[in-house]
């Protein structure tokens, strides 16, 4: 069911377009990976349309195989939203949602929560494709997942991302208080593990600090 604020800015954005100043963003992530947090975080605050890929499936959000075409090169922002493999694979175990359904979607090998190697490999596979793929987008943000978990952070991204792509937004800036998280997520927690070290997670994080501030510690 949409929500008003969704309707109320899906308004505004048309009229933004008839005068040439809509932006279009798109999300990419695993499942359980914040990205209805993030989705919600931009919506309630910037105004700039969202695709889902209820049309085209090559900007639905979890798709592990996606193709780059203009609108990904040059067009749309383009969020890669990252959650450290053990933070992920934790998520994964607490409420798959419909992970496991998405290997034959794709054409990939199933595999169950047992296959945790088979699960590090699909994570680094999907990360990496867009280490790779970044070289080529014009517009392209990767946030951390540890970023948001300060409401402060969040905040910091969504000035970054209204001054840089000079969008419209509300007067102030809020963070969502409901969304579809976990019943059992607890930032506080999750912040006291010890930050990942693995290559992928450095270079994830060497791409944010190119581009902004990174809104994490590292130590």
Known sequence: MIKLYQLEKRIINKLLYLVGKSETFVI?????????????LIEMNLFINYEQGKKNINYYK?????????????KFIVFVLYKEFNLW??????????FFEMPNRFGLKPFTIKDKQKLKKYHYNFFNKWLSNSKNIKNIEFINFREILDEKNAIKILEYIKEKYN?????????????????????????????????????INRKIKLKRKLLINNN
């Open 28 to 40: 990419y992530s695993p499942q359980r990976s914040f990205s209805n947090f993030f989705r919600q």
């Open 62 to 74: 979890h798709n592990p195989k996606v193709s780059m075409d203009l609108n990904l090169t040059k």
């Open 89 to 98: 694979f934790d998520s994964i175990k607490r409420n798959p949602a419909d």
């Open 167 to 203: 969008l419209f937004s509300n007067s102030n800036l809020t963070v969502p208080k409901k969304v579809r998280f976990s019943k059992k997520f607890n930032k506080h927690k999750i912040l006291k593990v010890n930050v990942d070290q693995s290559i992928l997670s450095k270079k």
